[in-house]
């Protein structure tokens, strides 16, 4: 059985960069696996932040941006702000209809 | 304005049944695939189930296959997460969301409805 893999936490400062990865137990995340990024905060639903590996999705701002890099799926936001606090979530679709979400990266703002 | 509205969420007893409800508006609701996502109190989100547009393709978790069915009716804008022989582990917050064409992730978010199975 697969699993998606994230850093369970990350820091950043603000007007800084971070980038998060998203990986799999076995083998390498390609672009087939459509990865897509999710910001949530707490009590809230979440967010669409990035489709098909690097779409962004509507009115989500330039800063975030998504990549392979590697043998991962990536998130990096560029000029970090306050409120981008949050948990970020990457999904990857596994084929025949069956899709699967990593643990999430919990980002704090030093 | 997309518009989804998850319903139905309550509390239960193991080994019960329960049909959630995702209306959907502002949209062309038979031209997008749809999906059920969880969360579990504090914890993670988890891809629940997903069907396509005609409703003919219909996918599960391992978590929840052979217990829940996914439907939707085109004429109602609304699809359906049927849920058989709950358990305690499928407490959580069902989100209801419309997926992106052709990029198989979920992009409209509803606010989510709250299962609480327990005893």
């Known amino acids: 059985q697969t699993v998606v893999t994230q850093e369970p936490s990350f820091s950043v400062s603000p007007g800084g960069t971070v980038t998060l990865t998203c990986g799999l137990s076995?083998?390498?995340?390609?672009?087939?696996?459509?990865p897509s990024w999710y910001q949530q905060t707490p009590g809230q639903p979440p967010r669409t932040l990035i489709y098909?590996?690097?779409t962004r999705s509507s009115g989500v701002p330039d800063r975030f941006s998504g990549s392979i890099l590697g043998n991962k799926a990536a998130l990096t936001i560029t000029g970090a702000q306050a409120d981008d606090e949050s948990d970020y979530y990457c999904?990857?679709?596994?084929?025949?209809?069956?899709?699967?979400f990593g643990g999430g990266t919990k980002l704090t703002a030093l | 304005e997309v518009q989804v509205l998850e319903s139905g969420g309550g509390v239960i007893q193991p080994g019960g049944s329960l049909r959630l409800s995702c209306a959907v508006s502002?949209?062309?609701?038979?031209?997008?695939?749809m999906s059920w996502v969880r969360q579990a109190p504090g914890k993670g989100l988890e891809w629940v189930s997903s069907?396509?547009?005609?409703?003919?393709?219909?996918y599960y978790a391992d978590s929840v296959k052979g217990r829940f069915t996914i439907s939707r009716d085109n004429s109602k804008n609304t699809v359906y997460l049927q849920m058989n022989s709950l358990r305690v582990e499928d407490t959580a917050v069902y989100y209801c969301?419309?997926?992106?064409?052709?990029?198989?992730?979920?992009?409209?978010w509803g606010q989510g409805t709250l299962v609480t199975v327990s005893s």
């Open positions: 969301a419309i997926n992106k064409k052709g990029a198989a992730a979920p992009d409209s």
């Open positions: 502002g949209f062309t609701f038979s031209s997008y695939g």
């Open positions: 069907i396509s547009v005609s409703g003919g393709g219909t």
């Open positions: 076995s083998g390498s995340v390609s672009s087939s696996h459509y």
């Open positions: 098909s590996t690097n």
């Open positions: 999904l990857m679709y596994m084929g025949n209809g069956i899709s699967l």
